[in-house]
């Protein structure tokens, strides 16, 4: 189990040109943005999962326990448990 906050973040990015060609192998320009993604991961003993995300106004909470039950078949690998 996660003992301590983990943070991590991303550029933004836009692709100039040639966005659908990547999906057939062909070359695409992109650059990156000084607008950025992050996430933050910490533990909580309520046994919930939360999403949080300010700027638009959404905060929603799951059970863990909820979210086991859910099927991952699709992922293609076998069918994970937390603990």
Known sequence: MLSEVLLVSAPGKVILHGEHAVVHGKVALAVALNLRT???????????????????????????????????????????TWN
């Open 38 to 80: 992050f996430l933050r991961l910490q533990p909580h003993s309520t046994g919930k999962v939360g999403l949080n995300l300010p700027n638009i106004g959404i905060k929603q909470a799951w059970d863990v326990a909820s979210l086991q039950l859910l099927d991952t078949s699709f992922l293609g690998g076998p069918r994970r």
